[in-house]
């Protein structure tokens, strides 16, 4: 099972803004992930970048506002148009985004978002002032209510030297809203998902924590695979390095409690929860108010149970749980899947190389409700989230 881009044809628009050289590197990881990119340039784009860094990065050939009427692509701009997955524009000047707001035609990216029944996302890149112009304002509150995404753009440090609201975003979360964009009317469309992802953390004293090496790849590869098939994507995330993904709402939590506490709040109208965080089971009975100092040869730490979170949450909703184990994983998985209440958990051994903690795979098996159990064969993790999301998408009400 491919990631989301693979495979895909992509339309990059690519207009006149400084930006354009962060363009490059946008066609480059699309490219990386296995998309088809086609770019499309406006005159302005080829006067600060070249047509010919695109073709090299994409292996595709570029088409350009220039009127040549030799261009294979010369008439092409119809059949870009009906191949596309999807039409993305990074960066989209104020002028660009005002012609797609008038339905303008008179070069070959707006031609192409005329003829396209693809999806299709812009991300602003501008000038503060230009951004906040209430024509430009309003000229993207058209492009929303017809239905293109608005990616960006984000606040920071401008060409001109000033701050404010204008930066193309960043490529990462570029790439997050092209895979929302291409996904976001799909079966999860008007579903919220809860997410739990990372490590919980017990606080011993104000310097140090219990907790684990769990790196929260997983729960965010669930994020980002249900974000891309259209659900509202609440991610309950405890300590990790990664950054936010785009399009989702990450509350960062750091206590068992805390998250539980988080969690038991989004679910109350959540469609499904998935609880792929390592929650501590048990935490310093109380957090010592100063550092701990250093005397006698042992430190005993008294320990407390914490609230089982899969446990406790109850409603109308499909419950998806976890089981990482050393040891015995069915019987362990299995008892757990009872205990908890469970539609599904997905078990996999710790000691295997190519699963579990801070690896980018994972070899898992499922057991449903009614503790039957199906092996899953290595997949990447994003990979392992779409087959879970299969089977929670099985276990919505009609
Ligand atoms: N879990 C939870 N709340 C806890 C502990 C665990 O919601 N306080 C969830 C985990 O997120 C996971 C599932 O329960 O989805 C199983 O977690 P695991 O640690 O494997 O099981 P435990 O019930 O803690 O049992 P044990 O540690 O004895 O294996």
Not at 3 to 12: A, Y
Not at 328 to 346: C, E, F, S, Y
């Amino acid at each position: 099972m491919p990631g989301p881009l693979e495979g895909k044809h992509i339309v990059l628009g690519v207009t006149g803004s400084i930006a354009c050289y962060k363009a490059i590197d946008l066609a480059s990881k699309l490219t990386q992930a296995g998309a088809l990119v086609d770019t499309i340039m406006s005159y302005g784009a080829t006067q600060f970048v070249t047509p010919l860094a695109f073709r090299s990065i994409t292996h595709r050939a570029v088409v350009t506002d220039t009127y040549d009427s030799n261009s294979e692509y010369s008439i092409e701009h119809v059949a870009l148009a009906h191949q596309a997955d999807v039409v993305v524009i990074a960066p989209a000047t104020a002028h660009c985004i005002a012609k797609l707001a008038q339905g303008l035609a008179d070069d070959p990216l707006t031609t192409t978002i005329i003829a396209t029944t693809a999806p299709v996302m812009v991300a602003p890149a501008m000038d503060a002032n230009m951004f906040d112009n209430p024509a430009t304002q309003e000229n993207v509150d058209t492009l929303k209510r017809r239905g293109m995404v608005i990616a960006g753009p984000a606040p920071g440090r401008l060409a001109s030297g000033l701050m404010g609201m204008g930066r193309l975003l960043e490529t990462p979360d570029l790439l997050g809203y092209i895979s929302y964009t291409m996904g976001k009317d799909a079966d999860f469309k008007g579903r919220k998902v809860v997410v739990s992802a990372g490590g919980t953390m017990e606080a011993i004293d104000p310097v140090r924590v219990i907790t684990n090496h769990s790196s929260g790849k997983m729960g965010y590869a669930i994020a980002e695979a249900a974000r891309d098939r259209g659900a509202e994507v609440v991610l309950v995330a405890a300590s990790t390095s990664l950054p936010d993904p785009a399009l989702v709402n990450v509350v960062r939590v750091r206590s068992a409690q805390d998250m539980c506490d988080e969690v038991l709040r989004q679910v109350k109208t959540a469609d499904a929860l998935i609880m792929a965080a390592a929650v501590a089971d048990y935490r310093p009975a109380s957090e010592a108010e100063q550092k701990i100092k250093k005397s006698a040869d042992d430190l005993t730490i008294e320990l407390a149970k914490t609230t089982d979170i899969l446990e406790a949450a109850r409603g109308n909703f499909v419950k998806v749980g976890f089981a990482a184990e050393t040891q015995d994983l069915i019987p362990n998985a299995r008892d757990k899947v009872t205990r908890k209440g469970l539609d599904l958990i997905v078990a996999n051994d710790l000691t295997d190389p190519q699963a579990g903690f801070g690896v980018d795979t994972n070899k898992v098996t499922f057991i449903d409700g009614d503790l039957k159990v199906e092996d899953l064969p290595v997949m990447t993790k994003y990979e392992v989230s779409q087959c879970i999301l299969d089977r929670i998408h099985q276990l919505f009400p009609a």
